[in-house]
C-alpha cells in the first residue's frame, strides 16, 4: 500500500495497488458486490471499519462536499470530501487520475480531491483548499499530497481539448505530432498560486501506466470498467 503524510500520526492516508483488487463500487449505476468484498477485505487488512468509509461518486466535475457524519456512505456526483469529523475516512478512486490529499495541520481539517484532467484545467485542487479555509483551514498550515497518476508521459491529449489547457502551455509536449500533458505540474501550479508552501506539497511520482504490475490503469488497459485503487484519509480517534 501507498502512505502519505508518514509525519503526521494523527492522519491514515492510503492508497490500495493492484493486487488489492478492483475498488470500482459502481459501473453505469450498477453496485459491484465483488469489488464491495475487495474493499471490505482490504478495509480489514489496514484497520478500517468498513462502514467508517465515505466514497465521493464522482463525475469529473469540480462540486466538493463537506462531510459531518458516516451516515452517508456514498456522495453522489461529487469528486472531493472534507470534513474536521475524527474517525471518518474519506475515499476517491482511480486509475489514472491524480489523488490529491490535503491536511490542515492546526486545526485538523483533512480533504481528498479527484483530479482527472477535467478537473485539473478548472482548479479542483484550489477549491478544495478553498473549502477547507470555509471550515476555518488556514493555508499556510495545509499539506498536500498528490499520489500515483498518469504522469507526461503516457497523458496524450487530443487536439480538441487543446483550448482547455491554454493556461498551462508549458505543462503541454509536443512529441511526434501529439500532445502530452503534466498533469500534477499543473495541480503543483495550482497549489502554490493558493499559497501553499513548496515545501508542503508531497508527491509519489509513480506513473500509472507505466507500472502495470502494480497500478490499474484506464489509459493503457483501454477498458471503460477497468479495475481502480482507492485512497482513504482519515483523522484517527
Known amino acids: 500500500?501507498?502512505?502519505?503524510?508518514?509525519?503526521?500520526?494523527?492522519?491514515?492516508?492510503?492508497m490500495s495497488e493492484k493486487k488489492d483488487g478492483s475498488m470500482r463500487l459502481f459501473y453505469n449505476g450498477v453496485f459491484d458486490e465483488n469489488n464491495a468484498k475487495n474493499r471490505g477485505r482490504y478495509f480489514g487488512e489496514i484497520g478500517i471499519k468498513y462502514e467508517d468509509v465515505i466514497t465521493a461518486y464522482l463525475i469529473n466535475g469540480t462540486n466538493i462536499e463537506i462531510i459531518e457524519n458516516?451516515?452517508?456512505?456514498?456522495?453522489?456526483?461529487?469528486d472531493a470530501l472534507v470534513t474536521r469529523k475524527k474517525g471518518i475516512y474519506l475515499s476517491a478512486t482511480a486509475a489514472d487520475?491524480?489523488?490529491?490529499?490535503?491536511?490542515?495541520?492546526?486545526?485538523?481539517?483533512?480533504?481528498?480531491?479527484?483530479s482527472g484532467w477535467r478537473g485539473t484545467v478548472s482548479e479542483i485542487a484550489k477549491k478544495t483548499i478553498?473549502?477547507?479555509i470555509e471550515l476555518g483551514g488556514k493555508t499556510e498550515n495545509i499539506v498536500v499530497a498528490m499520489g500515483p497518476g498518469i504522469n507526461r508521459c503516457h497523458f496524450e491529449i487530443n487536439d480538441d481539448i487543446l483550448d482547455d489547457f491554454a493556461n498551462y502551455q508549458e505543462f503541454?509536449?509536443?512529441?511526434?505530432?501529439?500532445?502530452?500533458?503534466?498533469?500534477?505540474?499543473?495541480?503543483?501550479?495550482?497549489?502554490?498560486?493558493a499559497g501553499i508552501k513548496e515545501e508542503n506539497v508531497e508527491n509519489n511520482n509513480d506513473c500509472t501506466f507505466c507500472n502495470e504490475d502494480k497500478y490499474y490503469s484506464y489509459r493503457r488497459e483501454k477498458v471503460k470498467n477497468s479495475?481502480?485503487?482507492?485512497?482513504?484519509?482519515?483523522?484517527?480517534?
Do not use: W
Open 1 to 14: 500500500m501507498i502512505k502519505f503524510f508518514e509525519k503526521y500520526p494523527e492522519v491514515s492516508a492510503i
Open 70 to 78: 458516516n451516515k452517508e456512505k456514498v456522495i453522489p456526483k461529487t
Open 97 to 114: 487520475c491524480i489523488p490529491v490529499l490535503f491536511y490542515e495541520t492546526k486545526f485538523k481539517i483533512i480533504g481528498i480531491a479527484h
Open 130 to 132: 478553498g473549502k477547507i
Open 172 to 193: 503541454v509536449e509536443k512529441r511526434e505530432g501529439k500532445y502530452f500533458a503534466d498533469l500534477k505540474g499543473i495541480i503543483k501550479k495550482q497549489l502554490l498560486e
Open 227 to 237: 479495475g481502480l485503487m482507492i485512497t482513504l484519509i482519515g483523522l484517527t480517534e
